[in-house]
């Protein structure tokens, strides 16, 4: 029998993998560890790489036993989600991957200048109707230039049509360079594309067995420049590939 919430919370209050610090907890007090992660939990100066909305964590738990020359720290609001794979690192004694649990519009707090070198968003929620919520929006992006290095990676890899067709028009909008850009990630076998092939989350294989294709995309993203949001209309994607019905009769949005 799976535990339940409150079970995994306390849980998690226990764990030396996960450091929880909700907007609600963290306010304006200074996270002590900021620029630190690399001396006081991983214990190495091997890279860092964020995923942003890790849901149950095991994309990051499989990226860093793929990757044990890497470090990896999962970041999402749901604890009770992120238990799963914090809980999974700590069985299989899986050192370099750890878990925040914060509030993705404040990570910037967590993280010194050029501390990060890459960033994952894996199956964001596409926000259709808020482009400021879109994890791969203008106003993250300014955010993660706070903590990324200089043309530091982000990978997107997602099922959703809207959020890959927004991010290429807002990368095109500013000119940031694409290192490689798919729409169906499985049709193709570049080398560039063997990394985010290698995973398949639970929800992937089953967007996959209904014939959806999965869409990747890696850039760069240089501290230079003043970015802009694209101005265009994009048509939403059909809501059922999310066991949900459409909220309004609209076709399209920004």
């Not at 909008?173 to 995973?199: F, K, Q």
Request: glycine content about 6%; proline content about 4%.
């Amino acid at each position: 029998m799976s535990k339940g919430k409150l079970a995994k919370f306390a849980d998690m209050e226990t764990y030396r993998n996960v450091f929880q610090y909700p907007y609600s907890v963290v306010s304006d007090v200074p996270f002590a560890m900021r620029g630190l992660w690399r001396e006081e939990f991983f214990h190495n100066d091997n890279p860092i790489i964020l995923e942003l909305g890790c849901g149950k964590g095991e994309y990051a738990v499989e990226l860093a036993k793929a990757h044990p020359e890497r470090n990896y720290i999962g970041v999402d609001i749901k604890g009770a989600r992120m238990w799963t794979g914090a809980t999974r690192a700590l069985q299989e004694g899986i050192e370099n991957v750890a878990f925040l649990r914060t509030n993705i519009e404040i990570i910037d707090r967590f993280f010194a200048p050029g501390e990060v070198q890459e960033i994952w968003l894996t199956f964001s929620d596409p926000q259709m109707k808020n482009p400021r919520k879109r994890l791969t929006s203008t106003y993250f992006m300014e955010r993660y230039r706070r903590f990324l290095v200089d043309r530091g990676i982000i990978h997107l890899k997602t099922d959703s049509n809207f959020l890959f067709t927004y991010t290429t028009f807002m990368v095109q909008r500013n000119g940031l360079p694409v290192i490689v850009r798919t729409e169906d990630l499985y049709a193709s076998s570049t080398a560039p594309l063997a990394e985010a092939s290698a995973i398949q989350t639970y929800y992937e294989q089953m967007w996959l067995s209904r014939g959806i294709s999965i869409k990747y995309m890696q850039f760069l993203l240089p501290h230079d420049g003043q970015l802009e949001e694209p101005d265009i209309e994009i048509e939403l994607d059909d809501y059922r590939s999310y066991h949900r019905s459409k909220r309004s009769s609209l076709e399209t949005s920004k």
